[in-house]
């Protein structure tokens, strides 16, 4: 007899995009990512130059109210949706909520923004009271998500087989000291890398929490007119 391909056998292409019940937290953030693109194209520059000063997270608005401004900060995409953080956000989230669940997602995600941006904004206080910027760096421009998604790529490289983990690491890697050696924007290129190397220090941690297969995915194939999984070599 002939087998039969059970569902899940083959790979589901549409699982690499959130859904609401699927992976409900990187769905409902894209959604506010989204209507926050949407204002930045469409809004008057000078209020969203506003919106992107106030939300900053510099020297200045950390000392004032840290917490408000580094979950603020997390709500627009530099560069809008054209940015290739914008993908890897839909791509890693989705792929690492499947994997660990929306809580866990939420907490890597929000390691990599908070630690990644205290680390390059700290020196920068420091380099100002000691004289070595000027005042006007406590007022540094910096939102965004590539922190977190950075970091998610990280984490989620601990979850992947080994072929595609080490490609993986290897080509963001390149592509953020290839920033670094542009020197266009040394201190988030460095939070990059700093975020990248929280992501991979969770690896302990992602790999105990992963989930395990659905019964759906884990459903082998049958020989048809029996009830007795095949496995094939």
Do not use: K
């Not at 929000?110 to 910027?133: D, F, K, M, W, Y």
């Amino acid at each position: 007899m002939r087998p039969t391909t059970a569902p899940g056998f083959f790979p589901r292409p549409w699982r690499l995009f959130p859904t609401p019940t699927g992976t409900p937290f990187t769905f409902w953030y894209l959604a506010v990512l989204l209507l926050t693109s949407l204002i930045t194209e469409y809004a008057d520059p000078a209020v969203v130059h506003a919106l992107h000063q106030g939300f900053s997270t510099d020297v200045a608005h950390l000392v004032g109210a840290p917490v408000p401004v580094l979950v603020a900060s997390a709500l627009w995409i530099a560069g809008g949706v054209a940015s290739p953080y914008a993908l890897g956000f839909v791509l890693v989230l989705t792929a690492l909520e499947r994997r660990i669940g929306g809580r866990r997602t939420a907490a890597v995600f929000l390691l990599g923004h908070v630690l990644a941006t205290l680390a390059t904004e700290i020196p920068v206080g420091a380099s100002v009271l000691t004289g070595g910027l000027p005042g006007s760096s406590l007022h540094r421009l910096d939102y965004g998500i590539s922190f977190g998604v950075a970091a998610s790529v990280g984490a989620l490289a601990a979850l992947l087989p080994w072929w595609s983990r080490w490609p993986l690491l290897l080509a963001f890697g390149w592509m953020l000291l290839d920033d670094l050696m542009a020197f266009t924007d040394p201190m988030t290129n460095w939070g990059h890398l700093i975020a990248l190397a929280i992501g991979i220090a969770t690896w302990p941690v992602v790999r105990r929490c992963r989930r395990p297969a659905t019964a759906r995915d884990a459903v082998l194939p049958l020989v048809r007119g029996s009830t007795t999984p095949v496995r094939f070599p």
